[in-house]
């Protein structure tokens, strides 16, 4: 396709509730198999009927038509495709409900995933730790920084209701999603160069703003003591299994050491389930049938007993390194634990339909946590995004880059953001991506890549120390990212 002149995103009218519910049918019509049924029959689970009811109570206004407008997420909605590639054959079963009223005026019901799919593995109590914990993020949110983000004005978490699910009653964000917009060669109604850096601008500004706040004194999930008004932080989320296998400990942690194995131990509990090898056929198929012939079909079950081994034989020694590593001098006093929306990427991101350069909100808080400072500067939504290979693309990326960096260095405490520590971060950062991401579901030669690239900044002395990892991983290549 020829690349277009990049003349800029025009301003326009918001789509009406009954347009957006009509794309939302179609979008669920052209699901792949087994998707549009799991989809009705969580959607017929539901009480509607009763949703409008609490929603007439609390606005006291009578409420007249319910619309589904979104699963996922977000407050106005899509599935991401690859959220479906991470999640094999499941689908993320949260709803958005667009709720109009006589008076002609609207809110949104976002209901919280089934038992039956998403937290089938949970228990409810659990569940509801996660979903207080995302109220408790974007309630210190709306208290500590001017990012914009989705108005809850009714949080109901018991499982016990009429609706028939935990839900929440938020204000509508009027805007549509920064991908749906974000400079591109195809889409001729994207942004331009000047659009793009407008938006970068107040975005980084949000990252360094949940940079900067004061250190937490732990590592984990927000909580909020509403009684006492107190912000707290408790153990993550169930969002990240690490309070659903009984050996792992879910914190908080004080120490970055803590956290990391930790993680550590979470992984060498995934590998230890039964159904581990099935889930790895799982994923080589999906990738198969991708266009991913690595490995071919014929080669999958060798190759998942053989990741098994790598990968346990690779845990053992990370767990065995990480007590010779000394991360104390990234901790507080030294450096601050901050809160890191980890999610923060252009499906996230809600801009402003008649001006399309202003964030009108930032959605998607349900994994947010308290991690190392080290861990929270590594995040950028400019890093989550590939550019094309035009040039008029290229340029528009490089200076979105540009412009972030020049706001991190103006923003941020220059004794902690500087060019010495940016390369320590990068290198640790590569280490957290380590030890936290599931081996289930990624090529082994990604975390070759990985542990490449956290040697390249670490003394001989750990080099020396990580060298039978590293020797461990080279057969099965590396991954080019």
């Not at 977000?74 to 991401?80: C, D, G, K």
């Not at 495709?81 to 993320?92: D, E, G, K, N, P």
């Amino acid at each position: 396709m020829p690349a277009h002149a990049f003349l800029g995103c025009p301003s326009q009218i918001p789509p009406k509730i009954q347009d957006l519910a009509q794309a939302e049918i179609n979008k669920i019509q052209s699901n792949r198999p087994g998707q549009k049924e799991a989809s009705d029959k969580v959607v017929a689970s539901r009480d509607l009927k009763a949703l409008r009811n609490v929603a007439s109570i609390v606005t006291q206004k009578k409420a007249k038509e319910v619309y589904l407008i979104g699963q996922g997420g977000f407050n106005q909605a899509r599935l991401n495709l690859m959220f479906l590639l991470r999640t094999s054959v499941r689908i993320l079963v949260d709803q958005v409900f667009a709720i109009i009223f006589e008076d002609g005026t609207d809110i949104i019901a976002r209901i919280n995933g089934s038992r039956a799919l998403q937290d089938s593995d949970k228990p409810p109590a659990e569940v509801v730790r996660r979903i207080q914990s995302e109220f408790a993020t974007i309630k210190f949110i709306q208290a500590n920084t001017t990012i914009p983000v989705p108005d809850i004005i009714f949080l109901e978490n018991n499982f016990e209701n009429d609706v028939g699910a935990p839900y929440s009653l938020q204000k509508r964000i009027i805007g549509q999603m920064i991908a749906d917009i974000w400079p591109s060669k195809f889409n001729p109604s994207c942004m331009n160069g000047e659009q793009a850096i407008n938006a970068v601008k107040q975005i980084t500004d949000f990252e360094c703003q949940l940079l900067r706040y004061p250190s937490f004194d732990s590592i984990g999930s927000l909580e909020y003591d509403e009684a006492a008004n107190v912000f707290r932080v408790g153990p993550l989320t169930p969002l990240y299994k690490l309070s659903t296998f009984p050996e792992c400990h879910p914190g908080p942690w004080k120490s970055s050491t803590e956290y990391l194995r930790s993680l550590i131990d979470l992984q060498k509990s995934i590998l230890q389930q039964p159904d581990w090898l099935d889930d790895r056929r799982s994923f080589f198929t999906l990738m198969n049938t991708y266009g991913n012939d690595i490995p071919k079909i014929e080669d999958i079950d060798t190759e998942v007993r053989s990741d098994h081994a790598h990968f346990t034989a690779w845990y053992n020694m990370l767990e065995a390194n990480l007590d010779h590593l000394d991360l104390s001098p990234f901790d507080p006093p030294h450096y601050p634990f901050v809160l890191l929306h980890e999610d923060l990427n252009i499906g996230n991101v809600m801009m402003d339909y008649e001006d399309p350069t202003k964030v009108v909100a930032v959605i998607d808080w349900e994994g947010s946590r308290v991690v190392p400072f080290w861990i929270g500067c590594s995040y950028s939504l400019i890093d989550q995004f590939s550019c094309g290979n035009e040039p008029e693309e290229q340029e528009i990326y490089r200076r979105m880059v540009e412009t972030r960096d020049e706001i991190r260095k103006k923003n941020l405490d220059p004794s902690l953001w500087n060019e010495h520590t940016i390369p320590i971060f990068h290198s640790l950062f590569n280490l957290y991506i380590l030890a936290s991401r599931s081996p289930t579901r990624v090529p082994v030669a990604l975390f070759n890549t990985l542990l490449q690239r956290f040697l390249a900044a670490r003394p001989q002395e750990d080099i020396d120390m990580f060298h039978p990892m590293l020797e461990l991983g080279l057969g099965k290549g590396l991954f080019f990212m």
